[in-house]
């Protein structure tokens, strides 16, 4: 059964830095590509980052792009959204999610996510 935890949200001020962690179990973590995604309330989902298998390769979202930064660990199947200068509009639960298929390129889709952690950003 697949398994996805995220945790490390929580209230931080407008400019401050959060680490999430994503721990993956009921699969074979090193073959799939993951996802950060997000969503604020009253809103849609919203595609945040992803990250290769290897963790070679990341991408972002123009909205957090050069203020978040997509990790994994491989040898501890946990995957990692490092969020520094974190404003208001950032408020949102975030959730790892799992691209569909071992060692292929997932444009923004998952079959799997997590139960969200949240995050608040205060002004």
């Known amino acids: 059964e697949v398994q996805l935890v995220e945790s490390g949200g929580g209230l931080v001020q407008s400019g401050g830095s959060l680490r999430l962690s994503c721990a993956a179990s009921?699969?074979?973590?090193?073959?799939?590509?993951m996802n950060w995604v997000r969503q604020a309330p009253g809103k849609g989902p919203e595609w945040v980052s992803r990250?290769?298998?290897?963790?070679?390769?990341?991408i972002y979202s123009d909205s957090v792009k050069g203020r978040f930064t997509i990790s994994r660990d491989n040898a501890k199947n946990t995957l990692y959204l490092q969020m520094n200068s974190l404003q208001p509009e950032d408020t949102a639960v975030y959730y790892c999610a799992k691209c569909p298929y071992p060692y292929t390129y997932c444009s923004g889709n998952y079959d799997y996510r997590g139960q969200g952690t949240q995050v608040t950003v205060s002004s």
């Open positions: 009921g699969f074979t973590f090193s073959q799939y590509g």
């Open positions: 990250i290769n298998s290897g963790g070679g390769s990341t």
